[in-house]
């Protein structure tokens, strides 16, 4: 009973954290959403259901659970906001080596998810 509660807990709170990252610019929906239908398969079959089904959020995570990629649409989206988010981080950061750690978490990330299949639906609406 006490992990199923912390599963849901946590499933919301990534579901909360996936819709704030679908309007704010630095925050990333995709992997929130992943961790949502983790918990959610886990904890409640019927929210996952609700998830995967869902009108704009459903694609996605279809589309990662079935072919273990991401859309071309997703991955630019997602390449825009991380080259954004760190330029702005290594705008602000004072002290030159930790430009230079944010240029290397930077590239290792940019290596990993560029690596990742791309897999595009031809009814895909993400």
């Not at 006490?2 to 630095?26: E, Q, S």
């Not at 825009?80 to 990330?109: D, G, N, Q, R, T």
Request: with cysteine.
């Amino acid at each position: 009973m006490v992990k199923r509660t912390l599963l849901l807990l946590c499933g919301w709170i990534c579901v909360g954290l996936g819709v704030l990252g679908a309007v704010l610019p630095l925050l990333p929906t995709t992997p929130f959403l992943l961790l949502a239908s983790a918990c959610f398969m886990r904890g409640s079959p019927r929210l996952n259901r609700w998830l995967m089904e869902h009108r704009h959020f459903g694609p996605i995570l279809r589309n990662w659970h079935q072919n273990g990629a991401v859309s071309s649409k997703v991955k630019r989206r997602a390449n825009i906001m991380i080259v954004l988010s760190f330029a702005l981080s290594i705008y602000l950061v004072p002290l030159v080596w930790h430009k230079v750690m944010l240029l290397v978490f930077l590239s290792v990330l940019l290596l990993w998810f560029n690596r990742l299949p791309v897999h595009d639906s031809p009814s895909s609406v993400e």
